[in-house]
């Protein structure tokens, strides 16, 4: 579902609120200063925006002070003579207010009404901390200015990717949202921006919108204050950034420590046939590979093995380990990695091949993508390493990879 959102500036002065500076290519000597279109009223002849007597060509600049996402300008002309409204504009974005981008253009706008709001989405959406609106011409060769009453920018998204803050109800979007790190022990990472006070949402980040924490504390403070752009200074036990270091996968074991085929409870390891009862199930899973005896040994040459956690959990790793065995043609060679929720129907996680070469107690680990949960984690393997009767393995670990 998709919403529009309009970027709240209610500014006071050229520079009010902090951060937002507005700004003009040139002013009418009056009441009319650059602010006066980003106050959110048209309620008098005043309540604009004009340019300079002579210059019908002018442009005037908004300063977000950070990236905002914009797709659309809402302009209002001024509540009172119209001759001198909006009548060609152009919109401009930049990061450094020297580069820009043009955003959007319009030509021979048919004449305005008094304090007429008219809106103009444009053909791309993109996130800039300057837009610039030009406007030149006028309806009546007599008129000297251009002006504006009011000006502002918005956008649309998906509701379920926008934020609103409850300190300031302004929106954000996720690609201007900031990423905060929990510290080390943690596997959250959280999107603090715009949330509710006391929740919290985990949620997915492209790499190339994280914005990381200054690792700069606050001066003159007690204990360790960060100050973030997110318009209001958090007191998080926030993990400090080391500028050399890359932030590392965060990984959850599913440890299972089976001492047989249902302990310790809820777990259940099975499999489809074992050699003799030397070799369980449950060895497998048991996270040793101490001795030869440390590992579950197939009926056959192919054949399966599985364990149930009695509930759902999320699994994109595998650890394997071969047994603490000589006979290193019983490792397994070709098999697929099945995820199900009632032991009947499987669904394939992962598919992998020609595992050759294993040494004894050789561990090798396998990712692959899954964002179901299941309860039954099963190995099926389709083909061993040339070993004419049996097939083993020394230990079993699943687990859930996450990039941070
Ligand atoms: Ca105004
Ligand atoms: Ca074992």
Do not use: C
């Not at 060769?141 to 934020?163: D, K, M, P």
């Not at 926030?238 to 310790?264: A, L, R």
């Amino acid at each position: 579902m998709s919403t529009i959102f309009w970027h709240e500036t209610n500014m006071t002065s050229n520079t009010t609120p902090v951060p937002l500076v507005a700004s003009a290519s040139s002013v009418y000597p009056s009441n009319v200063a650059p602010w006066r279109a980003f106050n959110g009223t048209t309620v008098d002849n005043q309540d604009a925006w004009a340019s300079a007597n002579g210059i019908t060509d002018a442009s005037i600049t908004l300063d977000y002070g950070r990236e905002r996402l914009v797709d659309r300008v809402r302009i209002t002309s001024v509540n009172g003579a119209v001759t001198f409204g909006t009548k060609n504009f152009e919109i401009f974005g930049s990061n450094d207010n020297t580069n820009w981008t043009l955003m959007a253009s319009k030509l021979d706008i048919p004449i305005w009404g008094k304090a007429e709001t008219r809106e103009y989405v444009f053909n791309k959406k993109d996130s800039f901390r300057y837009y610039k609106l030009r406007t030149w011409g006028t309806y009546q060769s007599t008129e000297n200015y251009v002006g504006i009453g009011n000006l502002q920018y918005g956008f649309s998204a998906n509701l379920s990717l926008t934020l609103k803050s409850s300190t300031t109800n302004e929106h954000y979007s996720l690609s201007d949202n900031t990423l905060i790190h929990l510290p080390d022990n943690s596997i959250k990472n959280m999107i603090l921006h715009g949330i509710e006070q006391g929740k919290e949402i985990q949620l997915d980040v492209p790499f190339d919108k994280h914005i990381y924490v200054d690792d700069t504390p606050v001066a003159n403070v007690s204990g360790k204050l960060f100050a973030q752009d997110i318009g209001i200074v958090n007191t998080l036990s926030i993990k400090e950034v080391n500028k050399d270091n890359d932030f590392k996968p965060i990984y959850t074991w599913h440890n299972t420590n089976m001492t047989s085929d249902t302990s310790p409870v809820p777990l259940i390891a099975k499999s489809s046939g074992i050699f003799n009862s030397t070799y369980p199930a449950w060895k497998a899973f048991n996270g040793t590979t101490i001795n030869a005896d440390d590992g579950w040994v197939s009926s056959n040459k192919t054949g399966w093995i599985e364990i149930n956690y009695g509930k759902n959990i999320l699994v994109n790793i595998l650890n394997l380990s071969h047994r603490n065995t000589s006979t290193l043609t019983s490792a397994p060679k070709n098999f697929i990695i099945e995820g199900s929720n009632n032991g009947t129907a499987y669904e394939t996680l992962a598919t992998i091949s020609n595992e050759t070469n294993w040494l004894s107690v050789e561990t090798r680990q396998f990712v692959f993508n899954n964002i179901k949960t299941y309860s039954y984690y099963r190995i099926n393997v389709s083909e061993n390493n040339g070993h004419a009767t049996e097939l083993s393995i020394g230990d079993i670990l699943f687990g859930y990879k996450r990039e941070v």
